[in-house]
Protein backbone atom coordinates (compact mmCIF):
# COMPACT_ATOMS: atom_id res chain seq x y z
CA UNK A 1 0.00 0.00 0.00
CA UNK A 2 1.13 3.35 -0.81
CA UNK A 3 0.05 7.03 0.28
CA UNK A 4 0.50 9.92 -1.97
CA UNK A 5 0.38 13.49 -0.70
CA UNK A 6 1.02 16.42 -3.56
CA UNK A 7 1.94 19.75 -2.59
CA UNK A 8 3.37 22.72 -4.18
CA UNK A 9 0.24 24.25 -6.55
CA UNK A 10 -1.27 27.21 -6.39
CA UNK A 11 -1.98 30.68 -8.41
CA UNK A 12 1.03 32.03 -10.64
CA UNK A 13 0.52 34.55 -13.84
CA UNK A 14 1.79 32.75 -17.28
CA UNK A 15 5.20 32.85 -17.69
CA UNK A 16 5.63 32.11 -13.96
CA UNK A 17 7.00 29.00 -12.30
CA UNK A 18 6.02 26.30 -9.69
CA UNK A 19 7.29 23.46 -8.11
CA UNK A 20 4.94 20.21 -7.31
CA UNK A 21 5.88 17.83 -4.64
CA UNK A 22 4.53 14.15 -4.29
CA UNK A 23 5.41 12.82 -0.98
CA UNK A 24 4.80 8.75 -0.49
CA UNK A 25 4.43 6.68 2.57
CA UNK A 26 6.09 3.25 2.95
CA UNK A 27 9.25 1.83 2.63
CA UNK A 28 9.54 0.45 -0.68
CA UNK A 29 9.01 3.77 -2.87
CA UNK A 30 11.99 3.29 -4.60
CA UNK A 31 10.11 -0.07 -6.11
CA UNK A 32 8.10 2.35 -8.18
CA UNK A 33 7.72 3.99 -11.41
CA UNK A 34 5.62 7.32 -10.90
CA UNK A 35 3.94 9.42 -13.34
CA UNK A 36 2.05 13.06 -12.89
CA UNK A 37 -1.21 13.71 -14.83
CA UNK A 38 -3.25 16.77 -15.02
CA UNK A 39 -6.98 17.22 -15.13
CA UNK A 40 -8.61 20.72 -16.16
CA UNK A 41 -12.07 21.11 -15.89
CA UNK A 42 -14.10 19.31 -18.56
CA UNK A 43 -11.94 18.04 -20.12
CA UNK A 44 -10.37 14.08 -19.48
CA UNK A 45 -7.32 13.62 -17.25
CA UNK A 46 -4.14 13.20 -19.29
CA UNK A 47 -0.76 12.08 -19.05
CA UNK A 48 1.99 15.28 -18.27
CA UNK A 49 5.58 13.00 -16.97
CA UNK A 50 6.77 10.02 -15.49
CA UNK A 51 10.21 8.57 -14.29
CA UNK A 52 11.42 4.98 -13.50
CA UNK A 53 11.95 3.78 -10.12
CA UNK A 54 15.48 4.69 -10.59
CA UNK A 55 14.62 7.90 -11.65
CA UNK A 56 17.26 7.62 -14.92
CA UNK A 57 14.09 7.03 -17.63
CA UNK A 58 12.12 10.14 -17.95
CA UNK A 59 9.19 10.69 -20.29
CA UNK A 60 6.94 14.18 -20.86
CA UNK A 61 3.81 14.58 -23.14
CA UNK A 62 4.48 17.08 -26.25
CA UNK A 63 2.47 19.43 -24.78
CA UNK A 64 5.27 20.03 -21.27
CA UNK A 65 8.27 18.82 -23.05
CA UNK A 66 11.22 21.48 -22.73
CA UNK A 67 9.02 23.49 -19.83
CA UNK A 68 8.47 20.99 -17.56
CA UNK A 69 11.16 18.45 -15.62
CA UNK A 70 10.62 15.62 -13.31
CA UNK A 71 12.71 14.07 -10.88
CA UNK A 72 12.49 11.82 -7.81
CA UNK A 73 14.47 11.58 -4.39
CA UNK A 74 14.38 8.00 -3.32
CA UNK A 75 15.86 8.85 0.23
CA UNK A 76 13.12 11.37 0.88
CA UNK A 77 10.28 8.89 -1.12
CA UNK A 78 9.27 12.50 -3.11
CA UNK A 79 8.87 12.86 -6.58
CA UNK A 80 9.19 16.07 -8.18
CA UNK A 81 7.42 18.20 -11.12
CA UNK A 82 9.39 21.84 -11.96
CA UNK A 83 7.42 23.25 -14.18
CA UNK A 84 8.23 26.56 -15.79
CA UNK A 85 6.96 28.82 -18.58
CA UNK A 86 3.22 28.08 -17.63
CA UNK A 87 0.38 28.76 -19.88
CA UNK A 88 -2.79 29.23 -18.88
CA UNK A 89 -3.74 25.93 -20.59
CA UNK A 90 -1.72 24.39 -17.94
CA UNK A 91 -4.53 25.70 -15.56
CA UNK A 92 -5.58 21.74 -13.90
CA UNK A 93 -5.64 19.63 -10.92
CA UNK A 94 -2.45 17.98 -10.98
CA UNK A 95 -1.97 13.86 -9.26
CA UNK A 96 0.83 11.84 -8.92
CA UNK A 97 0.47 7.93 -9.52
CA UNK A 98 2.64 5.08 -8.98
CA UNK A 99 2.50 1.91 -10.73
CA UNK A 100 4.24 -1.02 -9.34
CA UNK A 101 8.32 -1.59 -11.20
CA UNK A 102 7.42 -4.67 -12.23
CA UNK A 103 5.65 -6.22 -15.99
CA UNK A 104 4.97 -4.46 -19.30
CA UNK A 105 6.02 -0.90 -19.04
CA UNK A 106 3.23 1.32 -19.76
CA UNK A 107 3.97 4.83 -18.12
CA UNK A 108 1.18 7.14 -20.60
CA UNK A 109 -2.20 5.44 -19.18
CA UNK A 110 -3.79 6.32 -16.24
CA UNK A 111 -4.58 2.53 -15.89
CA UNK A 112 -1.23 1.57 -15.54
CA UNK A 113 -0.82 2.74 -11.98
CA UNK A 114 -1.80 1.17 -8.70
CA UNK A 115 -2.44 4.53 -6.74
CA UNK A 116 -3.07 7.97 -6.62
CA UNK A 117 -2.67 11.18 -4.80
CA UNK A 118 -5.88 13.55 -4.01
CA UNK A 119 -4.80 16.00 -6.54
CA UNK A 120 -3.34 19.80 -6.36
CA UNK A 121 -4.78 22.66 -8.00
CA UNK A 122 -2.47 24.64 -10.33
CA UNK A 123 -4.31 27.65 -12.12
CA UNK A 124 -2.26 29.95 -14.28
CA UNK A 125 -3.73 33.06 -14.95
CA UNK A 126 -3.11 35.17 -18.28
Same mark, same amino acid.
Given at each position: ????? &???? #????? !??????????? /? @??????????????????? &???? #????? !??????????? /? @????????????????????????????????????????????????????????????
Amino acid at each position: QVQLV &ESGG #GLVQA !GGSLRLSCAAS /G @RTFSSYRMGWFRQAPGKER &EFVS #GISSS !GTITYYADSVK /G @RFTISRDNAKNTVYLQMNSLKPEDTAVYSCAAQMAVGLVNYYAALAYNYWGQGTQVTVSS
